[in-house]
């Protein structure tokens, strides 16, 4: 093997390839990511040292008064250990895995895909990169339910930096919402946060009153008229269906109208 090729290899030509196939770009959290990977040789013998797949996503920090788009995997899966790829040589390799019940949704502006890569010693890494489309869950779906019976309008869904809130991940996803009836009005706008927890799930909702009077414009100039709140809500309770879900809602944003 003349040694013009394993450099041109080591720089990514002729060099290996990958290419994933999902059996569906659909899915949701705590769900199952299922596929076919396909390894083809290049023109040199090369050393793989593993094939793994990631799931990424994107969010936003803010640095110096502006807004940074930075990367985040939420999950990273291990597919084979080292093997030797023979020049030409084709592979398959078949995969399912469970995802997080904490991957974000894409909606908006939201973006998530799954990356295949090889770990090639002293050559540039091969990858493949391909969206999937996540919907919410089950539960998910409850709630927002409730919360368009409550009269709120989703205006945006972000990926924000978070570490505290975030748990094992950089960030948090954002639901805003505005209100369009009952609470309009009364509020600015109703934030949500899905936080999946086995048989139950937890929200966190931060409530931000509209100003009204000498009081509400010095609370909202010191930022003071938004309140956080959690609520937990257990699988028999959800199975009680939206319109249950949304009266507690209810009563508990009530509470805090101040």
Known sequence: MSFFKKMLASVGVGAAKVNTELHTTEVMPGGILSGIVYIQGGDVIQQIDRIYLLIKTNYIRESNDRKVKETAVVAKYLLTDGFTLQPGAKMEKNFQFDLPQNLPITLHRADVWV????????????????????????????VLEAIDILGFKLREVTNDYAP???????????????????????????????????????????????????????????????????LQLHKTHLERGAHSVAQ????????HLG
Not at 118 to 142: F, G, K, Q
Not at 194 to 207: C, K, N, R, V
Request: aromatic residues 8%; without cysteine; glycine residues 8%.
């Open 164 to 230: 505290r809130l975030g748990g094992n991940l950089p960030f948090v996803q954002e639901f805003e919402f505005v209100p369009t009836s009952k609470f309009r009005g009364y509020l600015d706008e109703l934030e949500v946060l899905f936080y999946p927890m086995g048989d139950s799930l937890e929200l966190l909702l931060q409530i931000d009153r509209r100003a009204r009077g000498l009081r509400g414009m010095l609370s909202e100039a010191m930022g003071t008229d938004e309140t956080y709140v959690r």
């Open 248 to 255: 507690d809602l209810e009563k508990v944003i009530s509470q």
């Open 115 to 142: 990356e295949t890569g090889l770990d090639i010693s002293s050559a540039v890494d091969p990858s493949d990169r391909d969206r999937i489309h996540v919907v919410p869950s089950r539960e998910m779906n409850i």
